[in-house]
């Protein structure tokens, strides 16, 4: 045998604890009285203590780098604060959606900004140009036949120069 440290099993084969009763066929078949107590303190060890699974601080800083460990503090420091009362699996719920929540707001809220302060518009060469279809007037409307607001030449492709205060 080999060893091989960049195997993630050192360059050992592995072996299978569970052994061929994994399989519900396998059991089926038949299973003598030892195959049936080996099989009941697998099944029994599989079961984790009430200390189980444990977390280590020492571990979450050495595989988290110094601005993720920042980033992560105030939403770590919640979960921490609602384990005692809800548990750490509801408290980690909590904490997992008021992230994504806040992510979503912040999109949506620098998605607004964008819209709002960077307009196409004459004055600049870039930006989003929303462009703003006419209103459907249909036979038997008020307002029918409705004639285009763009009488002259200059009212095409204007993108608001006719509005400024210039």
Not at 36 to 52: G, I, P
Not at 73 to 85: R, S, V
């Amino acid at each position: 045998m080999s060893s091989n440290p960049a195997s993630p099993t050192g360059g050992v084969t592995p072996m299978n604890i569970a052994g061929r009763m994994v399989r519900e066929r396998e059991r089926l078949a038949g299973m003598t009285d030892e195959e049936r107590a080996w099989r009941k303190q697998w099944v029994k060890d599989q079961e984790l203590s009430h200390h189980e699974p444990r977390r280590v601080p020492a571990l979450d800083a050495e595989f988290q780098n110094p601005i993720r460990r920042f980033y992560r503090a105030p939403l770590d420091k919640l979960c921490d604060a609602l384990t005692p009362t809800m548990g750490f699996q509801k408290a980690f719920a909590v904490r997992f959606w008021i992230g994504k929540g806040l992510l979503a707001l912040t999109g949506l809220y620098a998605g607004a900004y964008y819209f709002k302060y960077n307009q196409n518009d004459w004055t600049k060469k870039g930006g989003w140009r929303v462009i703003r279809n006419r209103n459907a007037v249909n036979p038997g409307d008020a307002q029918f036949p409705k004639l285009s607001d763009r009488s002259n030449p200059e009212d095409y492709a204007a993108r608001g120069f006719k509005q400024s205060a210039i």
